[in-house]
Each structure stands twice: as C-alpha cells, then as structure tokens.
C-alpha cells in the first residue's frame, strides 16, 4: 500500500543528474561550490538549465560575469565535494583548502577542476527567471574528458547528507543514438 509523500521530500525522487562542482570567477578570484540542482535543456547546442541559491557567493559572481565550468566529479572525490558545498567561498580560498587544482579554460574565465572526470564550460543564454526562481539556463560552448577513465562513478544527492553512486550499466533496445 502506498503512503502519502510530503512535499517537501518530492525533489529526493527526481534528482536530475550527478552533483557537480561549478567554478566562477571576478575579479581574478575563482569560486567553486556544489551543485546538484541542475538538468539538461537542450541537445545541439548543449543547454543545461541549474538553479542556484541566492544566498550563494556564487549566484551574484554567475549573475554579474555570466561565465561558469560545470565540473563533474567522481565518487574519489565525494567527501571533498560535500566539503566545498558546507562552506562559503566569501571567506575561504576553496581550491587551496580542498586541494583543488585550477587549469585554465578555453572559453570562459572561470576554472576547470583537473581532479574532476569532465568540465563543462558555459556562458549565460538566459536569464528571465533567475529573478523570481534563480533559474539560469547555460549554453556549454567548450567540453573537456579525462579518456583515461573509462568508466566513471558519479555521485547523485538524495537529500538529507544521503548519496547514491552510480554503477551498473544496461542497455535495451534503442531508436536513439
């Protein structure tokens, strides 16, 4: 028998994707904080649709410049990535005290994260509803991937401090390519 769901739980079911650490950058300092808060828009271009907390350092540095790298890490960095997101970049160097390593990017200002699988970087293409629901939707202008692992285990945020991890594979039959 099915029991009733509170609201506030709802998100716990359709968590998107896995939780990522974004760079930004202004004035020549970079931030990186985690994000799990984020879903694909768009295929060609790539447009990836992310909600950031106002109360964020990095909402108003995303905001201003419009530049950021979606950073994608692996479960060999979860505790490191849960650190980032339990404290604020308005007061604290995060690459320095979580041992991140900056490389530059090619596109945008913000770094990427050597440690990390994949990097996105991305530009602002829309910002109508960041006002009323700190929605940004991001247009991926450059992609980069370590091919030396080929099989990646992400990290996905269920709420309240639990994590699943991604694992096992299938595959089922498929018009899509």
């Known amino acids: 028998m099915k029991r009733s769901l509170a ?57 201003k410049t419009k530049q950021c790298v979606i950073n994608i890490p692996t479960v060999e960095l979860a505790a490191k990535t849960v650190r980032v997101g339990n404290c604020s970049g ?19 200002a913000p ?9 996105l970087e991305c530009k602002v293409v829309d910002a109508r509803l960041v006002d009323k629901y700190n929605f940004f939707v991001l247009e991926v202008v450059k992609a980069w991937i370590d091919p030396a692992r080929k099989k990646p285990r992400t990290i996905h945020h269920l709420g309240m401090g639990a994590f699943m991890v991604s694992g096992r594979t299938i595959k089922l039959p498929s018009k899509m390519k």
């Open 111 to 119: 770094p990427l994260i050597e440690e990390c699988y994949a990097n």
């Open 7 to 63: 609201l506030s739980r709802v998100y716990r079911l359709l968590e998107p994707g896995p939780v990522v650490l974004v760079t930004t950058a202004r004035k020549g300092r970079a931030n990186v904080m985690t994000m799990s808060w984020h879903t694909m828009m768009e295929f060609e271009p790539p447009l990836v649709g992310c909600v950031l907390s106002n109360r964020n350092y990095s909402f108003e540095i995303l905001r």
């Open 90 to 108: 308005r007061k604290t160097d995060k690459f320095a005290a979580f041992g991140l390593t900056p490389l530059p990017a090619a596109r945008v």
